[in-house]
């Protein structure tokens, strides 16, 4: 996700931190720092598991409510090639009913 709550800073941070010694590594091509990123990565899924095993209800409705999280209009768009929804009435409007 691009998006990181406010409770995953810490993963932020860490996989920032990864991504920027692969970045050194890719500039630089005698840095070998596969290690220290594969450690990192490691350390991020131990902490991302730690964050979501228990979480409480409060955080439970921030992951739901997450802005990456599929809508039923990108489920729509995967499943089906033609869709038109049916809504308003026969003026070309929505009914505010």
């Known amino acids: 996700m691009s998006n990181y ?3 995953e800073k810490p993963l932020a941070e860490i996989e920032g ?3 920027e010694l692969r970045a050194l590594a890719r500039a630089n ?3 070998d720092v596969e290690k220290e ?3 990192l990565d490691k350390k991020a899924e131990t902490l991302l598991r730690d964050l979501y095993e228990d979480l409480s209800p409060w955080r439970k409705c921030q ?4 802005p990456d999280r599929p809508h039923c209009k990108d489920y729509i768009e995967t499943l089906f090639t033609e869709f038109t929804p049916l809504a308003g009435d026969r003026n070309f409007a929505d009914d505010l009913a």
């Open 37 to 39: 990123a594969a450690a």
């Open 29 to 31: 091509e005698e840095m």
């Open 63 to 66: 992951v739901a409510r997450h």
């Open 17 to 19: 931190k990864a991504e």
């Open 5 to 7: 709550l406010e409770f």
